[in-house]
């Protein structure tokens, strides 16, 4: 009986969850600019900056490119200086922990993880934004 009188309070505290740690969506629509950085080498990008640039629009926003490249550019994500990093990664890549890597953009998961493939780079802890472009890209696939 006791987990009954604390439901309401876990429901109030689920309110509008899932939600960005680092308020990466909320400056988004703030500011009007989703800050995104193509890896060089990534001819292919096209269907992450539509993907981006759909979500931007549903905030309000337009994409700014970033040049950076390499290390540095995922530095930049995970210091919040972008808000997306748009290249080939492998799943098995050396950044899985310190970023968020979508699904594969234009193929199926390869078999072997250590095959680069398109894939955006979120910032972890971007909750709302991690799992909307998520959904984005697995309507995207179907």
Do not use: Q
């Not at 505290?13 to 890896?39: K, N, Q, W, Y």
């Not at 990008?45 to 490249?69: K, S």
Request: charged share 25%; glycine share 8%; aromatic share 2%.
């Amino acid at each position: 009986m006791p987990a009954l009188l604390l439901l309401p309070l876990l429901l109030a505290a689920c309110d509008g969850m899932p939600r960005d740690v680092g308020g990466t969506s909320e400056r988004i629509s703030r500011t009007g600019t989703m800050r995104v950085i193509v890896l060089p080498a990534t001819p292919d990008a096209a269907p992450a900056l539509d993907l981006l640039g759909r979500y931007a629009a549903a905030h309000g926003a337009t994409l700014a490119r970033v040049e950076a490249h390499g290390e540095h550019a995922l530095h930049m994500l995970e210091e919040g200086d972008v808000d997306a990093v748009v290249g080939h990664f492998a799943k098995a890549s050396p950044w899985k922990t310190e970023i968020a890597l979508s699904k594969p953009l234009t193929h199926g998961e390869p078999d072997d993880a250590d095959t680069p493939v398109l894939r955006i780079a979120r910032r972890n802890g971007e909750n709302a934004l991690v799992l909307a472009t998520d959904r984005m890209v697995a309507e995207a696939r179907r």
